[in-house]
Every structure is written in C-alpha cells, then in structure tokens.
C-alpha cells in the first residue's frame, strides 16, 4: 500500500516535496515512480528510480527542476519539485513497478498510491 502525501498551493516558481510511504518489507524490490494528471488529460509519467537509487528518469519538461529519491530504511520515495509552472498543476500519484525502465506504462505499475494534488498559481 502507498500513501501519498504533500499537496499543496504554490506560487510559479516555488517549491515542494511530495512523499509516498510504502508499507510492507518488500519496498527495496520495486522500481519507483511519479505520475500526473491534469485536468482534462491523461496521465503522465514524471520520474522514476531504480531500487538502489542508481538510476534516475525525467519527463523531457521536469529534468533540472524535479528531483526524485527514495530512502529503502524509510519505505518512502520522494519527489522534490523547484521552480514550479502553473503547467505542472495536476494530481500527483506515485507507483511501485517490479520492472523498472525509463517510459513505463500505466500496466507495468502494480501499486498505485491515492494521489495528491499540487496546484501552481501564476
């Protein structure tokens, strides 16, 4: 299970840090991942990190303003979003996929969490 957590209302090109904490003791075997939606769209992939946190991706639109982590000791994954657009509005979901790689698709996660909603005033 997946708890999201963070939501918030900031100004354009402020900051905030979304986390997800897993509970189980399996949270080490899982490649983790931020998604979106917006309003009236699909939902995206944001980033994802390995299980050692070797190995990081980004959407072509966040690389150098989010950063995603993740703590195994804690079973928590974070995402650290600077410089925020009003584009990047959306309800915020972490997921857990046994496979990792740098496009996956909404099949390949096998845990999502509730979602989160960041919202960015211009």
């Known amino acids: 299970q997946l708890q999201a957590s963070g939501r918030g209302l900031v100004q354009a090109g402020g900051s905030l840090r979304l986390s997800c904490a897993a509970s189980?003791?399996?949270?080490?075997?899982?490649?983790m991942y931020w998604f979106r939606q917006a309003p009236g769209k699909d939902r995206e992939f944001v980033a994802g990190?390995?299980?050692?946190?070797?190995?990081?991706y980004y959407r072509d639109s966040v690389k150098g303003r989010f950063t995603i982590s993740r703590d195994n000791a804690k079973n928590t994954v974070y995402l650290q979003m600077n410089s925020l657009k009003p584009e990047d509005t959306a309800v915020y979901y972490c997921?857990?996929?046994?496979?990792?790689?740098?496009?996956?698709?909404?099949?390949?996660?096998?845990?999502w969490g509730q979602g989160t909603l960041v919202t960015v005033s211009s």
């Open positions: 997921g857990a996929a046994q496979l990792f790689s740098s496009r996956p698709t909404e099949a390949e996660i096998a845990y």
């Open positions: 990190v390995s299980r050692s946190s070797g190995v990081t």
């Open positions: 189980g003791r399996s949270f080490s075997t899982y490649g």
